[in-house]
C-alpha cells in the first residue's frame, strides 16, 4: 500500500505537542479561500510512499522527539487518505510513538473509527461558525458534516486531547460575538479540548496561486492583526474556560437531582495547628508538664538537606516525623521509571502517625524537598506518651482524612485527559497551601523544579513547561525565573476546574 506525500517536515514545532515529524499528505476537498498549500490539493501528487517507509524516516529523526515529540500528519486533509493513514498510524502506534492529525474533519468516513483510537493529538480546524461562512470560505456545503464529524468523535473511540485552531480572516470572524459562536460550536468536544489558537490571515501563499494560475478569492483583504488576534484568542479563551464551569455545574445538579443529595467531598475537617516551637505543638498538649520534660529529652531535631531520603518504601515504623521547617514529599516510582508525587509536606506537618499506629511499614518514599529541619518522635516515646492520647489520634485522623482528599483530588486530576485541567488544578492547590497575596497577584515561590511539577500533577516536564507557557500568553499567570509563579488570574485558572 502507498499513500501520496506532499512534502515532510523534519523537525516541526507547532504541528503538535514537542518537536515532530510531519508529513503533509496530498488532497484536500475542501478549497478554502485562504489555503496556503493549494498545490496540495489535488488527491494525486507529491511522493508515494509506503508505511514502512514513514517509520523508516520517523525512525531517523526520534532522538530529537523529547519528552511530548512524536509525528503529526497534516495536509492537504490526512483523513481523505483513510486506508494509508490507518496503515501508518498502525505501525507507528506499535512502535510506541506519539501521533497527531491535523484535520477539518473530511475525509474516508469508513477508516474514522480505525484512526481515532490510534490519535493521541488531534489537531481540529474549524473553518466557520454556521452554514453560510462555512460554504463562502470553502466552496461546499458541508457544515453539518462538519458538526456530525464533531459530535462523532467518542462514538468513533477517541480517547486523546484536541487543539483547536481557528484561521481568522478580517471582516469574517474578528469580533467577540464571533468568538462566543467559536465556543458554542466546539461545544460537544470541550471535554477533550486542550488548547485553543488563533491563527491571523496572511497573504504569504497568494504568489502560490499566481504560479499555478489560480484565482485567489481574498484579492485584497489585508492580513490580520497579530495582537487583535491575540486579544480575541484570550477573549475565547475565557468564554470557554467559564462554558466549563458552567457544564460542570449542571451536571453536579443533575447528579444531586438523581440521587436526592449532595454530592460534594468530604466535609472538611481542618489541620492541626501545629505551632512552630516545639512546646506549643498541639501533640503536646495532652501530656503532663513533667512528660513534656521527658518526651523533649527523647526527640531528636534534624537537619536534613534538600534531596536526602527521610525514609523508603518498606521502611519500619521506627518513628513519627514533625515537620519544624520546610517542605518534604512523599512519592512511589512508577513501573516505567518515573516519578509520582502524593503529597508535599511543610512546616507545622507530621507523618507516619498512622503507621506507628498500625505497626505498618512505608508504602512510599520520603524525600526532603528543601533544606529541613524535622522533629523525630521515637517510636518508644510515641508507644509511651501518644499511643492513647485523643489529641493524638484525632490530630493523626484529620490529618489522613485531609490526604485522602487530597488524593481524591489527585486523582481526579490525573484521570482527566486535559493538560490545562490538571496544570489549573495544581497551581490552584499550590496557591492554597503556598500562595501570599501580593500586589502582583498570589505570589508562588517552588521548592520543586518542572519535573517534580509534572510528576505531581500527572504530566510530563515539557508538557507542564508548555501550558505554564500558554497560561502566561493568556495573562492567566506570570513567570519570574524557574521557581516563581504568581497567579494573575485566579479566576480563570478556577473555570478549568471548579
Known sequence: MRGYVHSIETMGLVDGPGTRTVFFLQ????RCAYCHNPDTQKRIGGEELTPQRILEIVQRYQP?????GGVTFSGGEPLLQGEFLYACLQILKQEGYNTCVDTSGFGDPRYYSKILPLVDTLLLDVKAFDAASFKELTTIDGFWTYLEFLEGLEKNGFQGQIWVRHVMVPGFTDSEESMRQFIELIKPIWARVDRIEILPYHTSGVKKYERLGIPYRLEGVKPMDKGRAKELEVYANKIFAEGLREQRQEQTQKQQEEFGRPTTAASDLGKSALLSVLRGLPLFNDLNEEDVEDVLQQVI??????????????????AMYLIYKGQMKIFINTMDGEEQIFYIYRDGDFVGGLNLLVETPYRYIGQALTDCKVVVIPKTAFDKYFYHSPVVLRSVLVKSFERIRWAEDLIQRLATSNASMKTAGLLLKLAKRIGVETEEGIKLELSMNREELGNYSGLRRETITRKLGEFRELGYIELVGNKVIIIKDLEALESYVL
Open 27 to 30: 488532497g484536500c476537498p475542501l
Open 64 to 68: 530529537y522527539f523529547g519528552e511530548e
Open 301 to 318: 531535631l534534624a537537619d536534613i538537606k534538600a534531596g536526602e531520603y527521610i525514609f523508603k518504601t518498606g521502611d519500619p515504623p521506627e
